[in-house]
């Protein structure tokens, strides 16, 4: 029983796409996020949903469109990609940030 | 800018010998939390310590807190080719609504 999982786990796609990668938490945790780690191992917070309702919303084109149906989903759609949009995109959930978050496996995009 | 910042980017030890990573960040904090990465995969949550907290241990794991210096080491004791992995520090940001993550620390335990 994974506690957040996304898929895919894979991603390879040519510029100009759009994409979309899914995040469902099990945890019954109140807020999930949406990281991007670079080459560098970076990591970087995009969005935060808490109960459906945004958060934080980084400095991020506005290409990135995260959607949140219900607490246990964050999805994050992505239109007209670019060759700098690859990197590692990680889903996380917390319940309270005092008590850390939950991570996914990650979403591997890579633009051709 | 960034939150924490993780020292030394890269240390190679061998199997048996501590590991000691460094984090240092800029604002006041409720608490630092410690998490490690493995190649490949999602961030797992190491431990966590309160700004009131001085030390805590978890099994090898040792994570003092320095606030007046703010600074957080973690230690890792008696090191396994398995702690092999990316070591990160993390901290609130300022509203309070996410942690802002340093660089890392990538640790190669080599036996």
């Known amino acids: 029983d994974t506690a957040v999982s996304q898929t895919p786990k894979y991603l390879v796609t040519q510029m100009g796409n759009d994409k979309s990668i899914k995040c469902e938490q099990n945890?019954?945790?109140?807020?999930m996020y949406w990281y991007k780690q670079d080459s560098k191992k970076f990591l970087k917070i995009m969005f935060s949903?808490?109960?459906?309702?945004?958060?934080i919303n980084e400095t991020v084109p506005n290409r990135f469109s995260p959607k949140s149906p219900d607490k246990a989903h964050l999805n994050l759609h992505i239109n007209s990609l670019e060759l700098g949009d690859s990197a590692v995109y990680f889903c996380?959930?917390?319940?309270?940030?005092?008590?850390?978050?939950?991570f996914g496996s990650g979403t591997r995009l890579t633009v051709v | 800018s960034q939150q924490g910042e993780e020292d030394p980017q890269a240390l190679s030890i061998q199997e048996g010998e501590n590991a000691t990573m460094n984090c240092s960040y800029k604002?006041?904090?409720?608490?630092l939390q410690w998490y490690r990465q493995n190649s490949g995969r999602g961030l797992v949550h190491l431990i966590l310590?309160?700004?009131?907290?001085r030390e805590k241990h978890s099994g090898r794991l040792r994570v003092t807190l320095d606030t007046s210096k703010k600074s957080s080491s973690l230690l890792i004791t008696a090191s396994r080719a398995a702690d092999t992995a990316s070591y990160f520090c993390?901290?609130?940001?300022?509203?309070?609504?996410?942690?802002?993550f340093g660089k890392g620390t990538t640790l190669s335990v080599s036996s």
């Open positions: 996380a959930s917390s319940q309270a940030l005092a008590r850390g978050y939950t």
């Open positions: 945890l019954g945790h109140d807020t």
């Open positions: 949903y808490n109960n459906k309702e945004l958060i």
């Open positions: 310590i309160r700004s009131n907290e």
């Open positions: 993390a901290t609130g940001n300022q509203a309070g609504t996410a942690l802002i």
């Open positions: 604002t006041s904090i409720n608490n």
